[in-house]
């Protein structure tokens, strides 16, 4: 439930990545992505709507955030995981556009998916050192300038999900990742 508040304020554009991703002004040639499929009046909607709402993303903008925050996210994924090369993440839903920092929030809400699913495993099979390593994972994702400019919650989440899970208790943990975890992209090598 916490992560699927962190991963809704990241990409409902309370946050910029700016701290962990690079502009994608600044990358994008550098970086191959599809652009994404618009008929002419799906993009003249789009102008549109990004002429009220200046820090959405454009065209081509939520894959080219997704690929340099896959890149450039600060932390390792777990031993076995990997964040997918592409998403099927719609970032231009009817409707209206995801803001600036969705593509990151994307990738960061992955990454602490798979986490939580390594740290449940280690534990469930009592591996000391992993486990210890994922909670250390996670404080250092709860660290991140991303996550703490985002995130008033992380207080919340420290004393439901973690606390309770170094203490033995991860019905907080289990709760968390499986009430928002299901859909999560990470793949398994």
């Known amino acids: ?26 990358q994008a040639t550098q970086t191959p992505t599809p ?7 799906e ?19 939520g894959e080219i955030e997704y690929a340099q925050a896959r890149r450039d996210f600060p932390l390792a994924m777990p031993e076995g995981t990997t964040i997918p090369e592409t998403t099927a993440f719609d970032f231009y839903a009817p409707g209206g556009a995801l803001g600036r920092g969705a593509g990151y929030g994307l990738v960061s809400w992955t990454w602490l998916c798979a986490t939580e699913t ?5 534990i469930d099979e009592g591996d000391d050192a992993r486990a210890d390593e ?8 709860m660290a991140l300038p991303s996550e703490l400019r985002v995130l008033e919650g992380l207080d ?27 859909q999560a992209p990470f793949d398994t090598e």
Request: net charge negative; hydrophobic share 50%; with cysteine.
């Open 156 to 182: 919340a989440f420290r004393s439901v999900v973690i606390d309770p899970a170094r203490a033995g208790d991860t019905e907080g943990l289990e709760a968390d990742r499986q009430s928002w975890c299901a």
């Open 118 to 122: 390594e740290l449940l495993d280690a």
């Open 1 to 26: 439930m916490l992560a699927a508040m962190v991963f809704a304020l990241a990409v409902s554009g309370c946050a910029t990545a700016t701290d962990n991703v690079v502009e994608p002004a600044a």
């Open 43 to 61: 993009l003249l909607a789009w102008q549109q709507f990004a002429a009220n709402n200046p820090g959405s993303l454009g065209p081509g903008e």
């Open 134 to 141: 994922s909670f250390a994972q996670l404080e250092a994702w």
């Open 35 to 41: 652009a994404p499929t618009l008929t002419e009046s």
